[in-house]
């Protein structure tokens, strides 16, 4: 079956713009999260998405918000850009198995604020 | 708050020879802890994970262990082979019920021929 997807691959914006980043996960699996990565940083947490609910929310600003569609499909929207966000963008999902189930990530969506 | 701490950065050994990562997580409810690799420009991809209530896991020249008690776990790869170098980021489930991933640094393996 198809892998996690997300739209698009690059984007270059301009400081004080805002954009919005796309994730289709695997077909049947109804959570998808969300995560910064920069060098030297790992992977940060950004927000989790279970059913169109919220579920946890990491430590970033108001500035970056997310939703989750009926069909399981997220959108992730960072207003204002700040030179410091720019970043590789990854979503991950995961089944219904619980605790333990594999997430699979995305290729990432690489934002380069200038 | 929740955290990974992952050691060391970069590590460089000789095709063939045994590398080991090792991670700290603070969150003592922690009860899930998944191993990714990341090739360059790649994604991460799963190679192993452990359960709190398993102390071993192997899958062929890959382990992981995993201490509760002094909240460490590591990995371990046996006769590493060029094909090994990557980032590797240890994980752990931040809480119960949802698919929060706390994430370590990461470690860059080099493997030289």
């Known amino acids: 079956k198809a892998g996690v997807t997300q739209t698009p691959r690059y984007l270059i914006k301009t400081r004080g713009q805002q954009v919005t980043l796309s994730c289709s996960p695997i077909?049947?699996?109804?959570?998808v999260s969300w995560y910064q990565q920069t060098p030297g940083q790992g992977l940060q947490f950004l927000f989790e998405?279970?059913?169109?609910?919220?579920?946890n929310k990491g430590n970033f600003p108001g500035r970056f918000s997310g939703r989750q569609f009926s069909n399981s499909r997220s959108e992730m929207n960072v207003s204002t850009l700040e030179l410091g966000d720019s970043a590789l963008y990854l979503c991950?999902?995961?089944?219904?198995?619980?605790?333990?189930?594999?997430?699979?990530f995305g290729q990432g969506t690489r934002l380069t604020v200038v | 708050g929740e955290n990974v701490e992952q050691h060391p950065s970069t590590l460089s050994v000789q095709e063939g020879d045994s590398a080991v990562i090792k991670c700290t997580y603070s969150?003592?409810?922690?009860?899930?802890f998944p191993w990714y690799k990341q090739e360059l420009g790649k994604r991460p991809q799963l190679i192993i994970d452990?359960?709190?209530?398993?102390g071993e896991k192997k899958d062929q020249r890959i382990a992981v262990t995993l201490n509760k008690t002094a909240k460490h776990f590591s990995l371990h790869i046996t006769e590493t082979q060029p094909e090994d170098s990557a980032v590797y980021f240890c994980?752990?489930?931040?809480?119960?019920?949802?698919?929060?991933?706390?994430f370590g640094t990461g470690t860059r393996l080099k493997v030289l021929a």
């Open positions: 991950a999902s995961s089944g219904t198995g619980g605790v333990g189930t594999e997430a699979f």
């Open positions: 077909s049947g699996h109804r959570s």
């Open positions: 998405y279970f059913s169109e609910t919220q579920r």
């Open positions: 969150d003592s409810a922690s009860n899930y």
């Open positions: 452990i359960r709190s209530n398993v």
């Open positions: 994980a752990s489930s931040g809480t119960s019920g949802t698919y929060k991933y706390i």
